[in-house]
């Protein structure tokens, strides 16, 4: 199975996915973020749209990836990857639901003044336009469509570990 954790940048992805794989038995995560560079290393350079996740290798090949991982180690897949963009989460979901690989889709949401702050104040990566500039965009798509697609989980006030442990109940629930 995958455990897909989506939601903007800030939300708190990273982190969470690291402490879910801790609490769930063979699982391990899969960051796609990895097949977008991989494809971003490509020379001479594939056409530049702004983001790799517009380039239509990008959702198969994050779709056979994990398949084959899957398919290799069995176990969980944990996936901390913001996707906003609904026509791409349905081709991915479609791809992995063909193989027969069941998806828990969360949502890490927090209000936007906490997804400012801790961009902003973020000690491993620092202050990021880019990662400020997806807020906009991460409203849209929960207003729009993904907050119905995924159970959402508000990071405002949890810790990361409470906001595992979240997920790690309703995955064994």
């Excluded at 899969?30 to 977008?36: H, P, R």
């Excluded at 290393?41 to 239509?56: C, E, M, R, S, V």
């Excluded at 897949?77 to 913001?82: D, Q």
């Amino acid at each position: 199975m995958i455990v897909w954790l989506n939601g903007t940048h800030g939300a708190g992805k990273t982190t969470t996915g690291a402490l879910v794989q801790g609490l769930l038995p063979n699982s391990r995560v899969f960051d796609a973020e990895k097949v977008g560079e991989t494809l971003m290393d490509i020379k001479p350079a594939l056409p530049w749209t702004g983001n790799f996740q517009h380039w239509p290798p990008w959702r198969p090949l994050v779709v056979e990836t994990a398949r084959h991982v899957l398919d290799y180690t069995g176990g969980t897949l944990v996936m901390p990857m913001t996707v906003l963009v609904e026509k791409y989460w349905r081709e991915i979901g479609a791809g992995l639901a063909h193989h027969g690989i069941p998806v828990r889709h969360f949502v890490l949401h927090a209000d936007q003044d906490t997804l400012r702050l801790r961009i902003e104040g973020d000690t491993h990566l620092g202050p990021s336009t880019f990662r400020l500039a997806h807020l906009e965009p991460y409203a849209d798509a929960a207003r729009t469509w993904l907050h119905r697609e995924a159970e959402v989980v508000d990071t405002t006030r949890l810790t990361p570990e409470q906001v595992a442990g979240r997920i790690v109940a309703a995955v064994h629930g």
